[in-house]
């Protein structure tokens, strides 16, 4: 549905988006992650048709963006960041413009109107202006206007941002659901969020894609994956060091000693992820073991060192 | 879609957004106050002893547009920019054209409302006297036009900036350039070239909306002064689009 090939943007000397390339198909959910100031707004800007690439194409449902902008756009619902509205309207009467624009008229436009009110829970705001609105409101409702006309592809600016927990699960409710039939690409600092509804992510780091991939495959690259962590009662932290760090598939040993027992955490070299917790059963055998647990990898470890290679390289020495 | 639906969506919104909020109204009730103080009390209108509207009403005209039309015309595009609006409008399935063309339709209907209100003036001076009605209405037509060229110019300068008083200022100033350039003062002082100059004082005097209005105001409907409104509102409305352009490629 979405199709971006080397898209760049300079603005002025400053590179902002170098050389994207991606595409996203019917079904999938791509969550955009990356730093601020990276070039997930712009990029966003760019496939939404607001901003004129200075290289690369975008293609949306087959139509060209340069070539034939308002059929592109037309498949394309857009949350900007910061969920802006016209503040001198009711909330209804954005909403009516917003599906008339989009070519929906008469019975049409009102069902439509209907439909996104019932989905976003706008039905107490209806009829108040938007520049009085709560500002979960206003993000609902600028929200609503993205999906009034039901569009195959759905270009959402960190949709989450400055909700609180409740409206967030909701939001991210929608967004699994529409899913299913369309193609979207979403942006969000929560990483968690990731999880909860991405099928890919993709993190951007000066203006390049820099991680492509499902968030399991993503959480692979972290240190953290296949570590395991116990906790040990009744010994020393020097002979636990000893004896755990003469395992060959254990790189490195993260020990902590509180006053009922000891932490352990044994991160495995990579290419021995799947020996390590079969080893560390072994050379427990016997021991007072109060825990123990396998770790999945940490998405906000990868996006660390993805993106700040010195420093997470520098804490993992420390 | 046809264009035509696109701008009338638009143009219903920006119509909407006057009235939604007591500019419009303000606005309405200064301008007829205005006019009303103007051609009574500085025009004299009783004391000319003439059935006409042309020089103690219209006269004033360019000099009010000077300051009100860059009132209705700032917030058009600075705002969308600083509520940031903008981007939700140009990533809509329109041209920028249907855009810029509803929203210049919008503010000039808007214009031409506060002007028919005006017409308390024609019911007096027809009840005072009998004026010729086709001089009357020649010279709202071009008041109307005047209007419209000074509003595309808040257009362009609208677009250049997302606050609403740089934009009011700047156009203020480029109005009155066009206002300038046929004040008999001006004039005037451009006659004291030599000869070989005129050309420039032709130019020059070309430009200027209070030429091309007189002819509106004395009921001669001269196509080239027709022409000259709305070449300028045209091509104001082209700059505003490549002003639109330029802003989203930087």
């Not at chain 1, 993190?203 to 240190?223: F, H, Q, Y």
């Not at chain 2, 638009?10 to 200064?30: D, G, H, Q, T, W």
Request: aromatic share 10%.
């Amino acid at each position: 549905m979405i199709k971006v090939d080397q898209l760049s943007k300079f603005f002025g000397a400053k590179r902002a988006v170098d050389g994207v390339t991606f595409e996203v198909a019917r079904g999938e959910v791509l969550g955009f992650l990356g730093p601020n100031g990276a070039g997930k707004s712009t990029t966003m800007r760019m496939i939404t048709g607001f901003i004129t690439p200075t290289s690369g194409s975008v293609h949306v449902g087959g139509h060209d963006l340069s070539l034939e902008p308002v059929a592109a756009k037309r498949r394309i619902g857009y949350l900007p960041e910061n969920a802006p509205a016209y503040t001198d309207m009711t909330v209804k009467g954005f909403l009516q413009f917003a599906a008339e624009i989009r070519g929906l008229r008469g019975a049409a436009r009102n069902a439509a109107v209907q439909a996104v009110v019932e989905k976003c829970f706008l039905q107490a705001v209806l009829h108040q202006n938007v520049d009085t609105l709560s500002k979960g409101y206003r993000h609902r409702t600028c929200f609503a206007q993205s999906i009034i006309h039901d569009p195959d592809v759905l270009v959402l600016d960190e949709p989450t941002d400055g909700l609180d927990p409740n409206q967030k699960h909701e939001i991210r409710q929608l967004i699994r659901q529409m899913g299913r039939e369309k193609a979207i690409i979403f942006s969000t600092h929560i990483l968690e969020e990731v999880d909860a509804v991405c099928t890919r992510a993709m993190i951007i780091d000066r203006g390049r894609v820099v991680a492509n991939g499902t968030p399991r495959e993503l959480r692979r690259k972290s240190e953290w994956s296949g570590a395991v962590s116990l906790n040990i009662k009744g010994m020393g932290v020097n002979a636990i060091r000893e004896q755990l760090g003469r395992i060959p598939s254990v790189r490195r040993l993260a020990v902590e000693s509180t006053a009922d027992w000891v932490a352990v955490t044994a991160f495995p070299h990579p290419d021995r992820v799947i020996d390590v917790t079969r080893d560390i059963l072994t050379a427990t055998q016997g021991w007072q073991v109060e825990a123990l647990r396998t770790e999945e990898g940490r998405l906000d470890d990868v996006f660390r060192r993805i993106t700040l290679p010195e420093t997470a390289a520098r804490e993992a020495k420390s | 879609m046809s264009s035509i639906g696109n701008i009338r969506t638009i143009l219903k919104r920006e119509i909407s957004a006057y009235f939604s909020s007591p500019v419009a109204y303000v606005f309405i009730v200064i301008f007829l106050l205005l006019n009303g103080f103007f051609t009574f009390m500085v025009g004299g209108f009783f004391e000319r002893g003439e059935a006409a509207l042309g020089n103690a009403f219209f006269n004033w005209h360019p000099w009010f547009y000077l300051f009100l039309v860059p009132a209705v015309g700032m917030r058009l595009w600075a705002d969308e920019r600083r509520v940031g609006t903008l981007e939700l409008l140009l990533t809509m399935p329109i041209t920028p054209w249907e855009a810029i063309v509803g929203k210049f339709a919008a503010s000039w209907l808007f214009l031409g409302l506060a002007l028919a209100l005006t017409f308390p003036v024609v019911l007096t001076v027809n009840y005072l006297g009998s004026p010729d009605n086709g001089v009357i209405l020649t010279a709202y037509v071009g008041s109307w036009l005047m209007s419209g060229a000074y509003l595309a110019i808040s257009c362009i300068t609208s677009a250049m900036t997302r606050n609403q008083v740089v934009s009011f200022i700047l156009s203020v100033v480029a109005c009155l350039f066009l206002i300038l350039a046929g004040f008999p003062p001006v004039i005037n002082l451009l006659q004291a070239l030599p000869g070989h100059w005129q050309w420039l004082v032709d130019a020059v005097t070309s430009f200027s909306v209070i030429t091309h209005f007189s002819g509106f105001q004395r009921g001669v409907l001269d196509s080239r002064d027709v022409v000259f409104f709305l070449s300028v509102i045209l091509f104001s409305l082209f700059t505003t689009s490549v002003i639109l352009r330029t802003r989203r490629t930087n």
